[in-house]
Every structure is written in C-alpha cells, then in structure tokens.
C-alpha cells in the first residue's frame, strides 16, 4: 500500500464546476505539498501545509493531522486548471533529513 | 530571476555511456533533491543533499551518484546507464525543510 493515497486518479469537469482533489496518508509528516504538473511536465509547487487551511485565488487547500487527510479545491475551474496534481509529504527520517514521498497524481481534465 | 535550472531539457544516450545532469539554483537553498518520475510509478526520490557535502540515498538510489561541493550545484551522475534508467528526471530545491520546493523543467533521458 502506498504511504500516499490520491482519489479520484481521473476527474473530468466542465468548466465553472467545483473541484475536490482528495489525499490520505499513513504515516507521520513535518509538511504536505499539493503541486501541480502541466502537459509540458513542469511542476509548480501549489501549497505547503502542516495545518489548517490555505488559500490561493481560486485553489484553496486543507489539512486535518488528525484525520491524515488533505483536500484541494479548486472554485470555478477553468480549462486552464487542466493537469495533473500531486499529492506529497515530507516524512522525517530517524537518522537524518528526510525524504517527499508522492501520490501518483490526479488528471484533471476541465472542458469548456 | 529565482529557479532551478536542469540540463539537459532531452537526451539520448547508449547503454554505459557516462552522463552527468546538472542541477543548479540561484536562491540560496540548503536543500536539493533528485527524482525520477515513471508511468504508473509516480515521483520517487533519488538521493537529497541537506547541506554543502551532506547527501544521501532516497527510494531509489541504484545507479546514480551524486555530489554536492558547492551550495549552488547539485549534479546526478549515471556512471553507466541501463534502459531502465529513461526516465523523466526532476531537481528540486528548498531553503530548508519543511518549505516550499522549487523544481526544474525536468530532463527526459533515453538510454537505449
């Protein structure tokens, strides 16, 4: 079982439509990330959480530790939100640093 | 402007054949990380550095090197690449742990 869990791994949407990205984890974090990658395979780092809630014009992000489950919304979405959105956390090791640990990502596809 | 800069963006190569890709940043960042990201596999982590001359192995270290000499530069060697090493290669940088990541464009290697 992966340690990052994404749901749903496909989501198609019309445009002007609410959208909830859904991540659970099942194991100790210092951080979770939500990024986004576009078809041409960059990735932008959307949100870092450790608690509670963000909000970034139209993407909002929230974090429940207790829950180990993490959303992300996206309000009236645009064909331009279309890519895939990966799920990460930053596990801290025992002996030293840490490693980010991935979700395998949702494609979202948003139709005009 | 602040980034993470990868090179190179493409590359064919032959099996065994030595190749480094570059990775550097121009903000300063303690930390850098190497991933590799596969169909159906996701991102996974290759090795991280925390510091000037501080590295280690992520997930999926087998088959590459790394080194960190100066704060700026992180570089990922193959010493002789295999086919299972095409991949789509990701640096990424943070001021510290648990930041923001910073990622590069990527680079897609092909060894055949």
């Known amino acids: 079982k992966n340690e990052v869990e994404q749901s749903p791994q496909n989501l198609t949407a019309q445009e002007g439509e609410f959208i909830t990205i859904n991540c659970s984890y099942s194991?100790?974090?210092?951080?979770l990330h939500w990024l986004q990658q576009h078809p041409g395979g960059g990735i932008v780092s959307l949100f870092m959480?450790?608690?509670g809630k963000k909000k970034h014009g139209r993407l909002i992000a929230t974090i429940n530790i207790q829950e180990k489950h993490s959303s992300l919304h996206i309000t009236a979405s645009h064909p331009r939100d279309s890519a895939v959105y990966i799920c990460?956390?930053?596990?801290?090791?025992?002996?030293?640093?840490?490693?980010?640990?991935f979700g395998e990502g949702t494609q979202l596809t948003v139709n005009p | 402007e602040a980034q993470v800069t990868q090179n190179p963006r493409y590359l064919i190569t032959v099996t065994g054949k030595k190749l480094t890709v570059t990775c550097s940043q121009n903000?300063?960042?303690?930390?850098m990380s190497w991933y590799r990201q596969d169909p159906g596999l996701g991102l996974r982590q290759i090795y991280y550095?925390?510091?000037?001359?501080?590295?280690d192995k992520g997930d999926v270290p087998e088959g590459y090197k790394v080194s960190r000499k100066e704060k700026r530069n992180f570089p990922l060697i193959l010493e002789s690449p295999s086919p299972n090493q095409t991949s789509l290669y990701f640096c990424?940088?943070?001021?510290?742990?648990?930041?923001?990541?910073?990622f590069g464009s990527g680079t897609r290697l092909t060894v055949v």
């Open positions: 959480l450790s608690s």
């Open positions: 903000m300063n960042h303690e930390y």
């Open positions: 990460a956390v930053t596990v801290e090791l025992e002996t030293s640093g840490s490693r980010l640990t």
């Open positions: 990424a940088s943070s001021l510290r742990l648990p930041l923001e990541y910073t």
């Open positions: 550095s925390m510091n000037v001359e501080v590295t």
């Open positions: 194991v100790g974090i210092s951080a």
